[in-house]
């Protein structure tokens, strides 16, 4: 059975930095990772994605340049460090996992196993 678990939300002050992470386990093929967001009354949106051998990366425009995503394999764990975090960053992000050998593909497409979301709040 697949999970992914993730761990590092919480209240944060607008300017501040946080760390998430996710756990998978019980995937047995390569396979891209990747945070999607949902904010209250919004629908989810794409974050980031990094490949399986975690050299190739993808950020939405909203994020480039504050958020890094990298993973661990030998870990089974994927991050993602945002620092300059704004009010608008304020929403329940998801870890999400799709099977690929390389690359990304489609940045926001082809994911098929998902977390269960920390909710992040950033207070302005």
């Known amino acids: 059975q697949v999970q992914l678990v993730e761990s590092g939300g919480g209240l944060v002050q607008a300017g501040g930095s946080l760390r998430l992470a996710c756990a998978a386990s019980?995937?047995?093929?390569?396979?891209?990772m990747g945070w999607f967001r949902q904010a209250p009354g919004k629908e989810r949106e794409f974050v980031a994605v990094?490949?399986?051998?975690?050299?190739?990366?993808d950020y939405s425009d909203s994020v480039k340049g504050r958020f890094t995503i990298s993973r661990d394999n030998a870990k089974n764990a994927v991050y993602l460090q945002m620092n300059s975090l704004k009010s608008e960053d304020t929403a329940v992000y998801y870890c999400?996992?799709?099977?690929?050998?390389?690359?990304?593909?489609?940045?926001?497409?082809?994911?098929?196993?998902w977390g269960q979301g920390p909710q992040l709040t950033v207070s302005s």
């Open positions: 999400a996992a799709g099977l690929r050998y390389s690359g990304i593909g489609s940045s926001r497409e082809g994911f098929i196993y």
């Open positions: 019980g995937i047995f093929s390569r396979y891209k």
């Open positions: 990094v490949s399986w051998g975690g050299d190739i990366t």
